[in-house]
């Protein structure tokens, strides 16, 4: 009998100190949080709560979903090259999209060139994260060969993360002479 009660009790004390395993979730809808604070005069020093709302419509849902889907892409960086390559033993720069894309349920063709189909052809001064930009990287080539996702824009400079033959998953600067010469064009998925 003593065993059951503190076998109930114990089971009752781990519950209620909140030692639950935190669970996951992946998907398309998104969330926003609003901080919610207590009024000035209240005596309670915890940390204010968080009310989650579902939000899956209009820009702000847009530029979430574009930032997990850049988090997708950050988590290779460092990942060799490989031809056809989409996991993290290697990968090429479409494979490095059609993974994170695919992550969060948007589904790209597999190669660079047919990727460049999909999604509203851009400006450059339109571009945002998340944004899709296109190169030819050869001369020999006749139609573009190398893709990457936009991850920054700071004070004008567009910072994209893709998959080179030499460095890797990185990210790099359209700012740099050679991306600069071999940028074609820029489109938007999301």
């Not at 460092?78 to 992550?103: E, P």
Request: with cysteine; net charge positive.
């Amino acid at each position: 009998m003593h065993r059951k009660f503190l076998y109930i009790l114990s089971t009752f004390l781990i519950s209620s100190c909140g030692v639950a395993k935190k669970k996951t979730t992946y998907g398309t809808t998104n969330t926003k949080k609003i901080t919610v604070g207590g009024s000035p005069s209240s005596t309670n020093t915890t940390a204010p709560a968080e009310v989650v709302i579902a939000n899956t419509e209009g820009p702000r849902y847009v530029l979430n979903r574009a930032e997990d889907i850049i988090d997708s892409a950050l988590e290779f960086s460092g990942t060799r090259y490989k031809l056809g390559g989409t996991t993290s033993k290697g990968m090429d720069c479409s494979g490095l999209l059609f993974v994170a894309f695919s992550n969060h349920d948007i589904h790209l063709p597999r190669t660079s060139y047919s990727m460049a189909e999909e999604g509203k052809e851009i400006r450059l001064k339109e571009v945002t994260k998340g944004d899709l930009v296109f190169f030819k990287t050869s001369r020999k080539a006749k139609k573009i060969n190398h893709v990457g996702l936009v991850v920054a824009i700071d004070d004008g400079e567009i910072k994209f993360i893709h998959s080179t033959t030499s460095r890797g998953v990185i990210v790099s600067s359209l700012k740099e002479g050679y991306w600069n010469s071999a940028f074609i064009k820029a489109t938007r998925i999301l």
